[in-house]
């Protein structure tokens, strides 16, 4: 510690010609325009964290017995009170390790506030599996076909599933939607802990993963994210409107399951500039005919994306 004393001493003089550049508000000055010892010892201790010894060697270098030499001391020194620039190619420390509360709340917030602001929306899907009624496959696209002759089972499922040839594309203004329903509409996510089974933070990139839900209502944790779901009633109402009421879904002897659903947000700033999200959804449906019921079963992947988020 005498040793490091010394050297402090040695390069307060070096810099006394400097000394008048110092704020006010670092250190007193003397009416000779001098930092006296107590004041620069002062600044140095919160250079390096009030033990030298304790200092991180990239910073400056370290003797043998652990005191910092005098040049690298003035050096640091003079970076505090902004006489020099640290080398701007040295690595930046990254940001803080967010924990999944601090990721839940931001999606949470981010997502309240970028409703009411502007945004594009692009939804989409596919079949991965066909729906399939086993062998009244025939008879059921045969009671379609007959209410609409370019309708089929897998373009009437894949209508109320919003899955069409060509992507739902539209943009938003706060609650005003142009091009799509409200239920594709960005949602202010009220997720909890429970809702989230694991997230990603690199860079600006936030990811979210929502545990998988069964045949999901307004309470299920996918329904705390988006609207983007069905339910049994939307679905009956949805062939209803295609070919009638000569066949139906019955709800009890039916599941939708949502896997694997993912979102993930662009952050510039602090603020979301673009999300997109995606799940698989695995349809096993219990049809009532007019002639025998049958047992149907599809699966199809969903993806939206919100671009141009601007609040």
Do not use: W
């Not at 704020?23 to 620069?40: E, F, I, L, Q, Y």
């Not at 390096?48 to 991180?56: A, C, R, S």
């Not at 998988?212 to 939307?234: G, K, L, Q, V």
Request: hydrophobic residues 40%; contains cysteine; charged residues 20%.
């Amino acid at each position: 510690m005498k040793k490091f004393l010394c050297s402090l001493l040695v390069f307060i003089i070096i810099i006394t010609s400097s000394a008048i550049a110092f704020s006010k508000s670092m250190g007193d000055v003397n009416s000779d325009g001098n930092v006296n010892s107590s004041d620069a010892l002062l600044i140095l201790k919160c250079s390096v964290g009030m033990n030298p010894t304790d200092f991180n060697a990239s910073l400056a270098d370290m003797n043998e017995d652990g005191n910092i030499n005098s040049s690298d001391a003035l050096i640091v020194l003079k970076i505090s009170v902004g006489l020099i620039q640290p080398d701007e190619n040295e690595e930046q420390p990254q940001n803080p390790v967010k924990t999944k509360a601090d990721v839940i709340k931001f999606f949470n917030a981010e997502t309240a506030k970028a409703t009411k602001g502007t945004y594009k929306v692009t939804r989409g899907g596919k079949f991965i599996k066909n729906i399939d009624v086993g062998s009244l496959t025939g008879a059921l696209n045969s009671i379609i076909t007959g209410v609409d002759k370019n309708a089929s089972l897998d373009s009437v499922v894949g209508g109320f599933l919003g899955i069409k040839a060509q992507p739902i594309v539209g943009t938003a203004k706060g609650n005003k939607y142009e091009g799509f329903e409200a239920k594709y509409a960005l949602k202010a996510m009220n997720l909890t802990e429970a809702d989230v089974v694991d997230f990603a933070v690199n860079g600006n990139t936030y990811k979210i993963k929502v545990k998988d839900c069964t045949t999901p209502d307004a309470n299920s944790a996918i329904a705390h994210a988006t609207n983007d779901y069905i339910t049994f009633a939307e679905v009956n109402k949805g062939i209803s409107d295609s070919v009638g009421n000569a066949v139906k879904v019955v709800p009890e002897e039916s599941e939708a399951k949502y896997t694997n659903i993912i979102f993930t947000a662009t952050v510039v700033d602090g603020k979301i500039t673009t999300l997109e999200y995606s799940y698989t959804l695995d349809a096993n449906l219990k049809i009532k005919l007019a002639i025998p019921s049958a047992t149907g079963t599809g699966q199809a992947v969903i993806t939206g994306k919100y671009t141009e988020i601007k609040y």
